[in-house]
């Protein structure tokens, strides 16, 4: 997620009550390279960014907003692709507020199956600390190792552990 520094609300252009940013301004408010920001661009997901007469990056709060929201997808492992997909929708307006809740709702499904296979991975994790963190920890590895050998021995195959 990016985090917007408030404090460097630093101008308002053009005579305008709204402010607007150079790069340079939303690299340091959030945390993006410049580079990642003009991938992003690049890469289409930036549409809404408009460019001042010089040809320069204007960025609004808005724009923040976007480039917040598309910082979570990403993060979340949203594609590239993907990503564009979602601004191409926001870029249409209300039309296309069914497809943003699809895209999005699958996009949530995959992160809660992702969220799953950690959640049983770190139950294993936690087990072998809680099994190494245990006064008896030598004696219980020590049987888990002449399980392991006995189990290769009784198979036929060489016993990997022998050299232990």
């Known amino acids: 997620m990016v985090t917007i520094n408030p404090r460097l609300n630093s101008r308002a252009t053009h005579g305008s009550d709204f402010l607007t940013y150079t790069i340079k301004e939303v690299s340091a408010k959030t945390n993006l390279s410049i580079y990642t920001l003009r991938f992003y661009d690049k890469q289409g997901l930036l549409p809404f960014v408009c460019r001042n007469q010089s040809g320069y990056r204007e960025f609004t709060d808005g724009d923040?907003?976007?480039?917040?929201t598309i910082c979570?997808?990403?993060n979340t492992g949203m594609s590239i692709a993907d990503i564009r997909q979602y601004i191409a929708y926001v870029m249409q307006g209300p039309a296309s507020i069914a497809q943003r809740k699809?895209?999005?709702h699958a996009h949530r499904e995959a992160i809660m199956r992702k969220q799953a296979t950690?959640?049983?991975?770190?139950?294993?994790?936690d087990m072998k600390l809680d099994l190494y963190a245990a006064p008896n920890a030598v004696d219980l590895v020590n049987q888990e190792l002449t399980v392991a050998q006995a189990e290769k021995v009784a198979s036929g195959l060489p016993n990997p552990f022998a050299t232990i």
């Open 118 to 125: 950690i959640q049983a991975n770190l139950k294993e994790i």
């Open 72 to 74: 979570c997808l990403k």
């Open 102 to 104: 699809d895209l999005l």
């Open 64 to 68: 923040l907003h976007l480039l917040n």
